[in-house]
């Protein structure tokens, strides 16, 4: 079943290359959508795909790359959006 969820990560999340190892996590895992930069330093990241894949990047996110510290993670399910790759806003 494909699924859209957005998460808000937050922590040490910008300046780590967070976005750029989003979207390669996302190509692996057949996940389209986004990563963007907020102004109050987290990450947002939107994912539509098979729900299995979309729980495999959610896992990832807890943790994000080597050199991120993250704090916090919230996601929630929105609606089916359509994306036909992952951008980095």
């Given at each position: 079943m494909k699924v859209?969820?957005?998460?808000?990560?937050?922590?040490?999340v910008q300046g780590v290359f967070?976005?750029?190892s989003s979207q390669q996590i996302a190509i692996d895992n057949c996940v389209s959508g986004y990563a963007r930069n907020l102004?109050?330093?987290d990450v947002e990241v939107l994912m539509?795909?098979?729900?299995?894949?979309?729980d495999k990047m959610l896992v990832w996110?807890?943790?994000?790359p080597d050199r991120a510290e993250v704090n916090n993670l919230q996601q929630k399910q929105v609606p089916w959006q359509d994306h036909s790759f992952f951008a980095i806003e």
């Open positions: 859209s969820y957005i998460a808000h990560v937050s922590g040490k967070f976005r750029a102004a109050d330093g539509c795909g098979e729900q299995e894949n979309v996110l807890e943790r994000g």
